[in-house]
């Protein structure tokens, strides 16, 4: 699960950073608090490849995929965008449990099939 989700967050890492190049643009915003709240999410996103797999990673993660949701009433693709990688999110979740899953029984079946060394 980790490596998908921590994927699916790299890539919402450069997907902030084009869209605060882009909310640059707009004359109502300051470049300073573009990059603040950018740089902000950005962090977050790298932090939480280290934090997937702790005790609320994943709750943290959904939050941050509200907020990228949201960040579409600042740039209006990122509707577009966010709802896509809410759908990854999802989806690295949902498999990545199912592959874990599917590790630990073939780690299980492979440690009771092998004979005991004493």
């Known amino acids: 699960m980790r490596t998908l989700c921590a994927s699916t967050l ?33 962090f977050l996103c790298l932090l939480l490849c280290g934090l997937v797999t702790r005790p609320g990673g994943i709750a943290l993660g959904w939050a ?10 600042v740039i209006p693709t990122m ?13 690295s979740v949902h498999y990545g449990r199912q592959i874990d899953e599917a590790k630990a029984r073939f780690a299980a079946q492979a440690e009771a099939s092998t004979p005991d060394a004493a």
């Open 10 to 42: 790299i890539g919402e890492f450069f997907v902030i950073g084009f869209a605060g190049l882009v909310a640059m643009k707009d004359p109502d915003l300051s470049m300073g608090t573009v990059w603040t709240v950018s740089g902000i999410a950005m």
């Open 64 to 73: 941050l995929q509200a907020v990228l949701i949201a960040s579409g009433f």
């Open 79 to 91: 509707f577009v965008l966010g709802a896509a990688f809410a759908a990854l999110w999802w989806a």
